[in-house]
């Protein structure tokens, strides 16, 4: 398992950027909203297509996003004292950025007041949300993609777009695939927050180093998980011919299977312990660690869990 810290190291930097229009394509002339001494409502609304682009982003406060079905953004909500919401782009791709007034992006260690951002969007657009310690909420969002980056706020999200790209390094992320995609394509990583997910399907990546993971995934082609010390809860329904991979090294792995599973299961671990109620455990003569080979059913199913030290649970659904 390989978790990108470099990618997670560098969200807010990657924050700085987001206020820049995209390459070829001719910037609106879109004027900044300023909060001044006080809080500033917020009341604006600005053309997109309908599939355009939207990016985000907040330091400190909150963000709700929610999609509907008019070709624009409307903004609603409360901006920081000292606060400036940097307005750029276009039809094609809108930036809203909330950063300090004060010179720099950080500028006085970046902005002292909380900034509170309400957003309907299209719910066809394709979404990229970035916070540090704001927490950031998004529902009905079908685009083609999602991408969110927290450092320390927690990410509740629900769409149903086929690219989902969700980074935290202290933050919870709670995600939410209402209509399960079978061609979807899921990665999920955090340091130490927690991950929730549900009605995932297709292929699925989730990463973390201490923090727990508990999904309840539908029909999945590929799932790949992997844990340094936090436990794992999987409930997954392969489909046929899937490939499951799970690792971690001192974290608990449970995973829940269907009664009738077509599988062969590889399962091992080097001083944890093995409880399955498919096919029979072979515990090690001398030492510790336990370890499981089996074809359940005709077989169609590639499933591999592996453990240093942690416990690995097979129960059935």
């Not at 309908?50 to 624009?72: C, E, F, M, S, Y």
């Amino acid at each position: 398992m390989k978790i990108s810290f470099v990618h997670i190291a560098t969200l807010c930097i990657l924050l700085a950027a987001t206020g820049s229009a995209p390459a070829g394509a001719p910037a609106a002339t879109y004027s900044d909203i300023s909060a001044g001494d006080a809080a500033k409502p917020l009341d604006s609304a600005w053309p997109i297509a309908a599939d355009g682009r939207i990016d985000v982003a907040n330091v400190r406060g909150k963000v709700t996003i929610a999609g509907w079905d008019l070709p624009q953004v409307k903004l609603e909500g409360t901006l920081g004292a000292g606060s400036t919401l940097a307005v750029s782009g276009g039809a094609e791709r809108l930036t809203l950025r909330v950063k300090s007034a004060a010179s720099g992006w950080f500028g006085s260690n970046g902005p002292r007041h909380d900034s509170v951002l309400i957003l309907h969007v299209p719910r066809t657009a394709a979404l990229d949300v970035n916070v540090v310690s704001a927490d950031a909420s998004v529902t009905d969002m079908s685009g083609k993609s999602l991408k969110a980056g927290s450092v320390s706020g927690n990410l509740d999200l629900s769409s149903t777009a086929p690219a989902l790209d969700v980074d935290s390094v202290s933050g919870d992320v709670k995600l939410d695939a209402p209509s399960p995609n079978p061609s979807a394509q899921t990665h999920v990583q955090t340091v130490s927050g927690d991950i929730r997910a549900q009605n995932l399907a297709g292929r699925i990546k989730l990463e973390t180093v201490s923090g727990s993971m508990d999904c309840a995934c539908a029909a999945v082609r590929e799932l790949d998980t992997g844990s340094v010390s936090g436990d794992a809860d999987i409930t997954v329904t392969p489909a046929a011919s899937a490939r499951l991979h799970l690792e971690s090294m001192s974290g608990s792995i449970r995973l829940h299977l269907p009664v009738a599973l077509s599988a062969h299961i590889d399962a091992s671990t080097f001083s944890g312990s093995i409880h399955s109620d498919f096919g029979t455990v072979q515990e090690k003569q001398y030492g510790p660690g336990s370890s499981l080979k089996a074809q359940i059913g005709g077989g169609d199913a590639d499933i591999s869990v592996q453990s240093f030290s942690g416990d690995i649970q097979l129960r059935k659904q």
